[in-house]
């Protein structure tokens, strides 16, 4: 059986964003479609690949009921009957190996989210590497326990959890004895606005739940969150993938196209470079640059014992001169011998 830490998939401060590229639904039931997702997503530079793994009978009754409708005016759903929407959007489970395997050939890490313990057995099947809980199933206590007893590393997205149902999902995943969790900021709507992502909360969750990877499981549109994340602390991203929003799918509207997931790997790679450590003072690429700061220069010709004032001398640049807090203290001294013009002034030129 594969059995990975997060420090074997490299997820963590000292590695680059870890990139999840989130098919779902967006095959839209074709398995050459799902294949050249996986291409494009191997392309653009994600990191892993997800599905995910259910039939509508594992999630739902096929009923006619009002509360089995999706009735939310804002939903991108709305009028659909829950057992109808998960017939259409969910992945074969034949397609799962050919997927997997496809991902693998192409350099990717490849897993799923399973809804409910027969796929997790499924998945066990097929030596899935990790597993991920969405939000809706973050409260399934008995299907996190079974999935920590895996020992393999976890990914669970937040959507909707109170702080004490974080605690305890925490809680029993390490008392199965498994230590290799990560948690994402998750908004569950779909697309989520900006401004009710509130990712400032991924600080907070990292000083709360030590040894606990912290990301961001991200529905709003383009990357600007997901880059801002990084500089938070985010070290999983998670995104919805697809080949085209306008080909239409369950997803499509909330997911990222190609060159959208080509920049979202670039992007929040910079961010990530550019964290580094608190330092003050030039840093060794600044040093060449040191000599383009400003300075005290004489700017025109002086005479040995006459007077320093602003007419002969100036702070310009470049900074080989004195530096501009001597400025007030070298007015009304006096110049030892003849200077010209643009000669950088220093303690040696006056009496």
Known sequence: MINMSLQQLQIGDEYKPF??????????????????????AAKAGANALKIQTYTADTMTLNIENPAFLIEDAESLWKGQNLYQLYQQAYTPWEWHEPIFNRAKELGMIAFSTPFDETAVDFLEELDVPLYKIASFENNDLPLIRKVAKTGKPMIVSTGMASLAELECLVEIVKEEGNQNLVLLKCTSTYPAPPEKTNILTIPHMKRL??????????????????????????????????????????DAAFSMEPNEMKSLVEETERAWQSLGKVFYGPTETEKNSLKFRRSIYVTEDIKAG?????????????????????????????????????TPLNWELLL
Do not use: C, W
């Open 306 to 342: 006459n007077i320093i004032s602003p007419k002969n001398v100036r702070i310009i640049r470049p900074g080989y001169g004195m530096e501009p807090k001597y400025f007030d203290l070298i007015l009304g001294k006096t110049i030892k011998k003849d200077v010209s013009k643009g």
């Open 19 to 40: 990139i999840i590229a989130e098919m779902s639904g967006n095959h839209n039931q074709s398995l050459d479609r799902a294949l050249e997702i996986v291409e494009a």
């Open 209 to 250: 739940f030590e040894g606990v990877q912290i990301g961001l499981s991200d529905h709003t549109l383009g990357i600007g969150v997901a880059v801002a994340s990084v500089a938070l602390g985010a070290t999983v991203i998670e995104k919805h993938f697809t080949l085209n929003r306008a080909d239409g799918g369950v």
